[in-house]
């Protein structure tokens, strides 16, 4: 067997690190869903301080780590009420992307849930004995 070498395993730390900080962020991210919050530029921006200010996360993972998630500087996002639109951008920064994915997610489930409901209205319920 062969022993993994230094790239493998800083890979393998990185891809730790960054399921931890998805689950954190999800875990925050869940917190406005249930409250039925939108997700706004500011909130984005909330959300991104207190994830990457988990002391958790930063107490499980190397302060070299930590800077990976950090947003570069040349990455300026609006920090208003505005509802969050990335248009057709792919390249979010790990906790942006974590937030509305967790927020898409929210939003399919919400609507398989509403459709569900419609059908099941929609359906004439028959009952046991047959009337």
Do not use: C, K
């Amino acid at each position: 067997m062969q022993t993994p070498n230094e790239h493998d395993l800083a890979a393998l730390r990185y891809q730790s690190a960054a399921r931890d900080l998805e689950h954190i962020v999800r875990h925050i991210a869940q917190r406005y869903i249930v409250q039925q919050v939108p997700l706004t530029w500011r909130l984005l921006h909330a959300i991104e301080a207190e994830a990457l200010s988990d002391l958790g996360f930063a107490s499980r993972h190397d302060a070299m780590l930590l800077g990976l998630f950090q947003r570069p500087d040349g990455f300026a996002w609006p920090e208003t009420d505005e509802p969050v639109d990335f248009g057709r951008s792919n390249v979010l920064p790990a906790v942006f992307a974590f937030a509305v994915t967790a927020y898409e997610e929210a939003a399919r489930v919400a609507q398989a849930a509403s459709e569900r409901t419609r059908a099941n209205r929609g359906r004439r319920r028959s009952r046991a004995w047959g009337g």
